[in-house]
């Protein structure tokens, strides 16, 4: 019997890149029993076989080949997502998460805030009454994976809802704005001049959120590059002034941008009550942390 972990070509992909499990040989049966669509889909040709004929069986299961030969099992490709043109295995994310101390137990789903617009949940039983910050499994995570493999969401749950066979019900967890999620590690600060409340009602509207506060990161609320270009474009017909794309990526937040787009203060960082640069990215404080 032989193991097979290919790309959506049927390619081989190199050692730690995800792939579809396939098993070829002498081990693989015709097929499914009078289900020849299902045969048809899950038997393919073997381009890997010098037997004429030969077939191997696609399971569905994502791994990938670690360093030392082994095979590390992800999830199953029918948890595989699209999201803004990126194909994303859940699997990978919940793996991540599960090794987290404060994680006992993740599951990973996307789910549609606005029409069109996908955006990662993770759904989270915390270990030994551990309760993580969103910022922190973000950071977590972002030392591991690309920006848009980050959940938008991190939402408290005591239990997962079970199928009847006792598996996870995915299609039964509930919507973010349903349950508690992570604790929120600022107050929620009201807008507090024309200037933030004007970018607040944009930030809503964007994100789908009945209210933002002033000190709240515009990427930890579900914000992603293309959100970003949106926002650009509504800030600079409602405010009229000068703004790059790449000023929301350095302000982050209401309060830091309103400070920027209104002059007050000729700071390129703005310090919120923690005590935290909040017109920064989260990639570049990361990298002030390690040239330190």
């Excluded at 590059?225 to 650009?232: E, G, N, R, T």
């Amino acid at each position: 019997t032989n193991l097979y972990i290919l790309d959506h070509q049927l390619q081989p992909v190199p050692v730690g890149v995800t792939g579809e499990l396939y098993i070829g040989g002498e081990g693989v049966v015709r097929g499914y029993w009078r289900q020849p669509e299902l045969t048809a889909e899950r038997f393919v040709p073997d381009p890997f076989s010098q037997t004429a004929g030969a077939r191997m069986y696609g399971t569905g299961d994502i791994a990938r080949y670690l360093p030392d030969g082994n095979v590390e099992f992800l999830g199953r490709n029918d948890h595989q997502v699209k999201i803004r043109g990126y194909r994303i295995e859940l699997g990978e994310i919940e793996m991540l998460l599960d090794q987290h101390p404060a994680v006992q137990k993740s599951v990973v789903v996307a789910r549609e805030a606005l029409a069109g617009d996908k955006r990662l949940a993770a759904y989270l039983i915390p270990a030994n009454g551990a309760v993580p910050t969103g910022s922190q499994l973000r950071d977590y995570l972002h030392e591991k994976l690309p920006e848009f493999m980050i959940p938008s969401h991190f939402v408290m749950l005591d239990t997962f809802p079970l199928t009847p066979n006792k598996k996870i019900d995915r299609k039964a967890l509930p919507a973010p704005d349903e349950v508690r999620g992570i604790e929120r590690e600022t107050a929620l600060v009201p807008p507090q001049n024309d200037m933030e409340r004007k970018l607040a009602a944009i930030w809503q509207e964007l994100l789908g959120l009945p209210s933002v506060g002033i000190h709240d990161n515009f990427f930890d609320l579900g914000g992603h590059s293309i959100l970003a270009v949106q926002a650009h474009r509504l800030i600079c017909q409602a405010t009229s002034k000068p703004l790059n794309i790449t000023d929301l990526f350095r302000f982050t937040t209401i309060h830091a941008l309103a400070e920027y787009l209104g002059g007050e203060s000729d700071r390129t960082a703005v310090i919120n009550d923690r005590g935290l640069d909040q017109s920064i990215s989260r990639a570049e404080r990361r990298k002030q942390r390690l040239r330190r």
